[in-house]
């Protein structure tokens, strides 16, 4: 079954912003997601898959520098969701964006399915 879910993607000119949210399900909820590590990758065409942002469950941040002081990742454990603000978006940002749960004290990663940011110049 699906556990994580991303919405949000689009299209947006230069310079333009776009909120992605991913939503927790099932047994990705509650313990699960309050205790996991969330983080957003990024997948263009014809590339590898690489990561964006992380959260700890503390609330820790971290940005590949490709994107540092323009996205902030963010998380709501009551909903059960991350989220990743990007702003000042340029077309290297296009890609499809996935989020990734990975479970407290383990390597096991959870992936929702993409949700396409297409950037145009």
């Known amino acids: 079954q699906v556990q994580l879910v991303e919405s949000g993607g689009g299209f947006v000119q230069t310079g333009g912003s776009l909120r992605l949210d991913c939503a927790a399900s099932?047994?990705?909820?509650?313990?699960?997601?309050?205790?996991?590590?969330l983080a957003w990758y990024r997948q263009a065409p014809g590339s590898q898959r690489d990561w964006v942002a992380i959260i700890a469950p503390g609330n820790t941040t971290n940005f590949a520098q490709s994107v540092k002081g323009r996205f902030a990742i963010s998380r709501n454990n009551a909903k059960n969701m991350v989220s990743l603000q990007m702003n000042s978006l340029k077309p290297e940002d296009t890609a499809v964006y996935y989020c990734?749960?990975?479970?407290?004290?383990?390597?096991?990663?959870?992936w929702g399915q993409g949700t396409q940011v297409t950037v145009s110049s």
């Open positions: 990734n749960l990975r479970t407290w004290g383990t390597t096991d990663d959870h």
């Open positions: 099932g047994t990705m909820t509650g313990p699960t997601f309050r205790l996991a590590t």
